[in-house]
Structure formats: structure tokens, C-alpha cells
């Protein structure tokens, strides 16, 4: 499918069922609204939709478009995945073995004829909870294990730790662990179920009182930022628990972290990620399906969801401008 440079693109974005999206929230839908609003076609599908056939893959595809404030179907077509020029890849997490295998049949599309984002081998490698360790240079004590001794070690030594399941997102399954907490063998026992399965332990990071900032990167460079204080009955700071999005100025020392970190992401076949970060520390890299984009338009009144359509042109032009993976 030959395209001119910003002529109408077929775009599909891989998604949770669009009825489950949260309007005025969702950044998924934020990006589908402007690339309609740029009339280009809007395909939309989950993982239920996508397979391997006939050496190809392909899915079964539905065609929307945004009118009076919602969403109506115009077709539902089974579509080899080649036909679309781009492929945004935002199911959200749990990270299981459906989540990666979905990423290994995006894998087997034609790369020359479409362009996925993040880049499904990236997405299969790159795991939100363990990326961090690409940037040691930037974060706070961690480990991960699936030893409860380990853990209890780890305890003792910084007195209050956090305790994070790998293969979840938007606060689900985080506990603060305080030394001397009677619940800590239970904790430790449920959360590793029984030594079976590795956790992350990071040490507690009191900076989280000033609010766990987001920033937004796209194409190696920040494009935005929010912060997020937690409400006053929850430890965590997701929006998705209640927390209250706040303007921020970022540091020097953030920056420069964060313009670091986006260019690094970048050689890796990532491109639209949400860095977290706690004090000066960067303590998650969201590469499955950032949020943000919504509560930046409501606080400061810009719309990076422009930003993100015009990289999909961009990308998707002439084919001079391919993404260049380790360039
Ligand atoms: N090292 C830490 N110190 C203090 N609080 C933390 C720390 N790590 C995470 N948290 C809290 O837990 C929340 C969720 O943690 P995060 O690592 O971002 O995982 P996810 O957002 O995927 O659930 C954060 O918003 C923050 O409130
Ligand atoms: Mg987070």
C-alpha cells in the first residue's frame, strides 16, 4: 500500500475492548480522536482478533470514526496486518505469556510495509518493572528475586521497602513493607506465591510525598510532564488509585535524566514511553500503555496527542524516514 506523505494512513491501535477505554482519560483514545480528526482511517482490534494465518498475520479489524462525541463502526473487515501503515500497540498489561506471544505475531509483519509501536521485539524483551535496569545509573536501591530471605535481608537493610509484582501496572499489587510488620511472612509468601515467582523490592523513597512525576517521551526526546500526589487513604500515586494530577517544572537533574533515558529508549525500538519518577529517581519506564496525555491537554492545554500524529506522518511518509533501529 503505497502512501503519500500525510495522505489518509490506515492506523490500528491494539487495544483493551474500545467500550472498556475511559473517555476523557484514556490516552489511547485521545490519539485515535486526532488521527480521525485528520481523516485518517481509525482501525481498531484486541488480542482476541489477532492470528497467524496463511503465513501471514492478519486480524479481524473494525473501522470507527468519532462523531457527536463517540465512536461509530463503519466496517469489520479481516485484514492482513501489512495493510495498515501503522500499528500502535496499547493493550494494557497484565505482561503474561497472551500479552507476549500477541507481540511475537506482530513480530511477522512486514516491516517494510508497516511500522509498530513500540517495537513488538522490544515490548517482548523490555519488561516496565525490570527495564529499569538498562539505567542503574538512576535508581534507588533494587532487587528482584523470588527469595523471601532475600527479601527480608533487603528489609532489615533500608527499614521500608516497596514491593512490586512484574507483570502488573497502575498500582495493582504495590505494598509498602515497614520493618518490624508482623504481616511481612504472609506478604512475602502471597505476593513471591511461595517462592515461585520473582518480585521487585526497591527502597522507600520518602521523596514520594512530593508526588510520583510522569513524563512523557516520544521519539528520544520529553514532550510533557505531570505530577500525581497520592490521596490521603493510599499509598500509591497512579491516577488509576485516586491520585490528584499536579503541574510540574522538572528539574535540570530530571531532564537531563529524562532526555537521556528517551534517547537510549529510542536505539531500542521504543518510542512512546512514560518515565516515573520519585525525587531524582526513575522507578518505573511504562512502555505498554502510557497514560498522561489526557491530564496534561486539562493542565497546562496542550495536546501531545498532536505530537504523537504527526510522528505517526512523519514515520509513515515517503519511506525515506524509516525508524532506525540502534542508529
Ligand atoms: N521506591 C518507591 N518509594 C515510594 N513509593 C513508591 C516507590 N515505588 C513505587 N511507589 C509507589 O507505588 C506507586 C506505583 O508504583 P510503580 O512502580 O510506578 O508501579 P505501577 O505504576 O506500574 O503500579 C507509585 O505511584 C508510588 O506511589
Ligand atoms: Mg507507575
Known amino acids: 500500500m503505497k502512501q503519500q506523505k500525510n495522505a489518509n494512513l490506515n492506523m490500528l491501535f491494539v487495544i483493551d475492548p474500545l467500550e472498556s477505554l475511559v473517555p476523557g482519560h484514556d490516552t489511547s483514545l485521545a490519539v485515535m480522536e486526532e488521527a480521525d480528526r485528520r481523516d485518517h482511517s481509525v482501525w481498531w482490534c484486541t488480542l482476541h482478533d489477532l492470528r497467524l494465518a496463511r503465513k501471514k498475520p492478519e486480524a479481524t479489524l473494525r473501522r470507527i470514526r468519532y462523531a457527536k462525541k463517540k465512536w461509530e463502526e463503519v466496517e469489520k473487515r479481516d485484514l492482513p496486518l501489512e495493510k495498515m501503515n501503522i500499528i500502535f500497540m496499547r493493550k494494557d498489561p497484565p505482561f503474561n505469556i497472551d500479552y507476549v506471544m500477541a507481540t511475537s505475531i506482530l513480530s511477522y509483519t512486514n516491516k517494510k510495509r508497516t511500522i509498530i509501536l513500540n517495537d513488538p521485539d522490544a515490548l517482548r524483551t523490555f519488561n516496565e518493572k525490570l527495564g529499569i535496569f538498562e539505567f542503574t545509573e538512576y535508581i534507588p536501591d533494587t532487587i ?104 510540574i517544572k522538572l528539574t535540570a537533574d530530571n531532564m537531563e535524566m529524562c532526555q537521556d533515558i528517551a534517547k537510549r529508549l529510542k536505539t531500542m525500538g521504543i518510542y512512546f514511553a512514560g518515565l516515573d519518577l520519585i525525587g531524582n529517581y526513575i522507578t518505573e519506564i511504562n512502555v505498554t500503555s502510557p497514560t498522561g496525555i489526557v491530564e496534561i491537554e486539562k493542565l497546562y492545554g496542550v495536546q501531545l496527542q498532536r505530537n504523537v500524529v504527526d510522528f505517526f506522518e512523519k514515520i509513515s511518509g515517503s519511506g525515506a524516514h524509516r525508524l532506525a533501529r540502534r542508529a
Open 144 to 247: 528482584v528475586t523470588k527469595c523471601k530471605g532475600t527479601l527480608a535481608s533487603f528489609l532489615k537493610k533500608h527499614k521500608k521497602i516497596v514491593l512490586k509484582p512484574l507483570e502488573l501496572n497502575s498500582g495493582h499489587g504495590i505494598f509498602v513493607l515497614e520493618h518490624g510488620d508482623k504481616n511481612r511472612g504472609s506478604l512475602l509468601e502471597m505476593m513471591t506465591d511461595g517462592e515461585q515467582k520473582y518480585i521487585m523490592a526497591q527502597r522507600y523513597l520518602p521523596e514520594i510525598k512530593h508526588g510520583d512525576k510522569r513524563v512523557i517521551i516520544l521519539d528520544g526526546e520529553v514532550i510533557g510532564a505531570v505530577n500525581r500526589i497520592a490521596p490521603p487513604h493510599d499509598h500509591r500515586s497512579n491516577l488509576h488509585t485516586g491520585a490528584t494530577p499536579r503541574k
